[in-house]
């Protein structure tokens, strides 16, 4: 009958600590979906994205409420590292775009910068990106949306020009020549119409 009873009492307390270990699971996890989604809503502010997709995309990407600023400077990034490599004049020209949008040096996003100037991001990071800067440039009037793209396409020219041909004088690499297209399809999407931008080195008609 002893023997009964400790089982019983043994079976029992396994029982109650199983169920308290899966209970701190759940309030672990609920905590950790309501930390997420509070990332989430501090990103949408900052970048004005209010679709859910792309905010769970951005952060499985690893931005942060603090690094979320330097979306705008990935496309550079793309452009610098065309030809599998970031000249001294690119990097220059990129932290001059970064301090411009009040990335301070030692920041978070600073860091995070530098180590993109470093190590080539993904393909992944670089896509992802640019499908979130055409979310935003479709929320915008339309005068934000032109304005934003024409900044955006002065400063690819300008990175573009840096690494090889001299705007007017020489042309780009074909490498670079690529991604200014890809990128100029994805800001075309977000105005809703094509609007060609002619590559680097080339006057329009």
């Known amino acids: 009958m002893a023997d009964k009873e400790l089982f019983g009492d043994r079976r029992r307390t396994q029982e109650e600590e199983y169920f308290r270990r899966q209970e701190r699971e759940l309030i672990e996890k609920l905590a950790q979906r309501g930390r997420e989604e509070a990332t989430r809503r501090r990103m949408a502010e900052h970048t004005g994205v209010a679709d859910e997709e792309i905010l769970r995309d951005l952060q499985a990407l690893g931005y942060t409420p603090e690094t979320v600023m330097l979306l705008h400077l990935v496309p550079l990034l793309q452009m610098a590292w065309a030809e599998g490599s970031v000249s001294d004049r ?50 915008r009037p339309s005068e934000e949306r032109d304005a934003g793209q024409k900044d955006l396409v002065s400063h690819l020219t300008a990175i573009a020009s840096a690494s090889g041909g001299i705007l007017g004088f020489g042309k780009v690499s074909p490498q670079e020549q690529q991604v200014l297209a890809r990128i100029t399809q994805e800001m075309e999407r977000s105005h809703g119409a094509p609007r060609p931008v002619a590559p680097p080195g080339e006057r329009r008609s």
Not at 107 to 118: E, G, H, K, M, P
Request: no cysteine; net charge negative.
């Open 90 to 139: 690119e990097r220059d020209l990129i932290l001059e775009a970064a301090r411009a949008r009040g990335i301070d040096k030692d920041s978070a996003a600073d860091r995070q910068l530098a180590a993109w100037l470093t190590d080539r991001p993904s393909d992944e990071l670089f896509e992802k990106t640019l499908r979130a800067i055409g979310a935003i440039l479709q929320s």
